[in-house]
């Protein structure tokens, strides 16, 4: 089973600024099988990114993917007060087997 | 609007049993394949179960395989869970989501919440 290492566990950063969230696996995983979420506080989570690099409907071109092979990150390029939540990477593998991060939380520094 | 309202959570003794249920609305329910993804209070995601289009194909995590029957009945758009032999750490929230060709999850439902105490 593929496992999913999200660092950091808590990012502290102020609106305005850059945040970068990695997410590393593994084992190598396919680019078209890794998606990230974002979770709020008494909510479902929310698909952001799919495919490693590709935006979900409605979600906003300052979030963005990369990577490949086990290495994996979301950029938040300029963070917005409701940015600040728990973010997920996920990846499906072999034998239908899906695998999520222990998560990434994004609070106000 | 593609929604997915879950419903059947509650409290149960631990060895009891619960079924809990997925509405699906909005979109073609019998062309996708279905989950259920938990979240144990203050901790992170955990995939349970999935079920193909037509049944054919279904899986579990190890934690819930032999205690666990996912289902479904695309006349009804509906996505169920059948849970038994209970045990404490299957407290959690249960969302329902529907799977895209490429294993990511859009949308989730609202979820509930399932609460494992003597």
């Known amino acids: 089973e593929i496992v999913l290492t999200q660092s950091p566990g808590t990012l502290s950063l102020s609106p305005g600024e850059r945040a970068t969230l990695s997410c590393r696996a593994s084992?190598?995983?396919?680019?078209?099988?890794l998606a990230w979420y974002q979770q709020k506080p008494g909510q479902a989570p929310r698909l952001l990114i799919y495919?490693?690099?590709s935006r979900a409907t409605g979600i906003p071109d300052r979030f963005s993917g990369s990577g490949s092979g086990t290495d994996f990150t979301l950029t938040i390029s300029r963070l917005e007060p409701e940015d600040f939540a728990v973010y997920y990477c996920?990846?499906?593998?072999?034998?239908?087997?899906?695998?999520f991060g222990q998560g990434t939380k994004l609070e106000i520094k | 609007e593609v929604q997915l309202v879950e419903s059947g959570g509650g409290l149960v003794k631990p060895g009891g049993s619960l079924r809990l249920s997925c509405a699906a609305s909005?979109?073609?329910?019998?062309?996708?394949?279905m989950n259920w993804v938990r979240q144990a209070p203050g901790k992170g995601l955990e995939w349970v179960s999935s079920?193909?289009?037509?049944?054919?194909?279904?899986y579990y995590a190890d934690s819930v395989k032999g205690r666990f029957t996912i289902s479904r009945d695309n006349a009804k758009n509906s996505l169920y869970l059948q849970m038994n032999s209970l045990r404490a750490e299957d407290t959690a929230v249960y969302y329902c989501?529907?799977?895209?060709?490429?294993?990511?999850?859009?949308?989730w439902g609202q979820g509930t919440l399932v609460t494992v105490s003597s």
């Open positions: 989501a529907r799977e895209s060709r490429g294993g990511w999850f859009d949308p």
């Open positions: 909005g979109f073609t329910f019998s062309s996708y394949s």
């Open positions: 079920i193909s289009s037509s049944s054919s194909y279904i």
């Open positions: 084992q190598s995983v396919s680019s078209s099988y």
């Open positions: 495919g490693a690099s």
């Open positions: 996920q990846q499906y593998g072999s034998s239908s087997r899906y695998t």
